[in-house]
């Protein structure tokens, strides 16, 4: 299932991941003038397709929402750029890299310091069994899976189904949770974040009302953030729920480790690979976080071995996607009837 993963884990001429870092490192300098030619070769198709797509509202509804639904691909660009302002790798200036990030955080709904902060508890605790819950998608043990109530093990199964987790919890996520600065409520920085970005979206919303009325919002609006919202969920999703992944419990968990081996290499057609931003080479990005996500194809070129390591293509992470529990003795993701199977 999945091509390279134990290969690359044993291989003996592997550098372990903490040797990674001093190499990687040499890869973190973003270019100011590559960032933003990367800014406006995303914002200004983003625009040019919000305004076609109102245009053709005299046309055609379908018409407008094809247009809408083609400009879904350049708001998850959006994320992706913003994703890097926040881990300080798009312009060497950090007070650029945050105030663009905030910005951008107004076009994908996402309060850009409420994130950044559930986004860095991420990195630091991925594949830590005794820290999950904060950025992460809920993943159980076996064992935890088998102590449930009978209504509690319902309840992970609806929560893990791919009606809900790729349906109705992307629009949850982006259209409702991202209003308020859930898990860091005790402090005002972050209520700010959320409320100057909902304040700044409401406000663009009246405007697009006053002018154009409520079918813009129906039609151009809801529909690219809804598809953006599904497949950022789906990336974030294969980035480390796959049958090989990492986790360990707190005293055998090693950070560098954990960010290597339990994040995938998502590896995509070029095309999509360029409207997502290389976020799928994941495992390169957890290890150093710094690298912007346009010299990611540069590190899998420099080195072989990264290239090679714990690839995933499409058909693949569609098999994953039935994958629910984290099994501590063989040390892999299962499905509930593998589960229930092994009991």
Not at 39 to 47: C, K, R, Y
Not at 123 to 141: C, E, F, I, K, Q
Not at 269 to 290: C, D, E, F, K, T
């Amino acid at each position: 299932m999945f091509q390279d993963s134990a290969e690359f884990k044993q291989a003996p001429e592997a550098r372990e991941a903490r040797d990674w870092v001093k190499i990687l490192s040499t890869y973190r300098e973003p270019s100011g003038l590559r960032s933003a030619f990367e800014l406006a070769v995303t914002l200004l198709p983003f625009i040019a397709l919000w305004a076609l797509a109102w245009w053709s509202l005299s046309v055609s509804a379908w018409l407008t929402l094809a247009i809408s639904l083609c400009n879904a691909a350049f708001i998850l660009r959006l994320f992706c750029i913003q994703h890097d302002c926040g881990h300080a790798a798009f312009f060497k200036n950090r007070t650029v890299s945050d105030w663009t990030g905030r910005l951008l955080g107004v076009l994908t709904l996402t309060p850009y310091d409420v994130w950044k902060r559930t986004h860095s508890m991420h990195h630091s605790a991925s594949g830590n069994l005794s820290r999950r819950g904060m950025g992460d998608v809920h993943t159980l043990t076996v064992a935890e899976y088998r102590a449930l109530s009978p209504i509690k093990r319902l309840g992970y199964r609806m929560y893990r189904h791919p009606i809900v987790l790729f349906g109705l919890g992307p629009g949850y996520l982006f259209f409702l949770q991202n209003r308020l600065p859930l898990g860091l409520m005790a402090k005002a920085k972050y209520w700010f974040s959320a409320m100057a970005t909902n304040a700044a979206t409401i406000a663009a919303l009246l405007i697009i009302l006053y002018f154009g009325g409520l079918m813009p919002i129906l039609l151009i609006f809801v529909p690219s953030t809804m598809l953006a919202a599904t497949a950022g969920v789906w990336l974030f999703y294969v980035q480390h729920q796959f049958e090989a992944t990492h986790w360990e419990a707190e005293d055998e968990w090693d950070l560098h480790h954990a960010a290597l081996h339990g994040s995938s290499h998502y590896v995509l057609p070029s095309v999509l690979q360029w409207l997502s931003a290389n976020i799928g080479i994941h495992h390169v990005h957890h290890l150093y976080s710094r690298i912007p996500f346009y010299r990611l194809p540069e590190v899998l070129r420099d080195q072989p071995d990264l290239a090679q390591g714990n690839r995933m293509t499409i058909r693949e992470s569609l098999v994953n996607a039935r994958l629910h529990l984290w099994d501590e003795k063989s040390k892999r993701l299962m499905s509930f009837r593998e589960a229930r199977a092994a009991g």
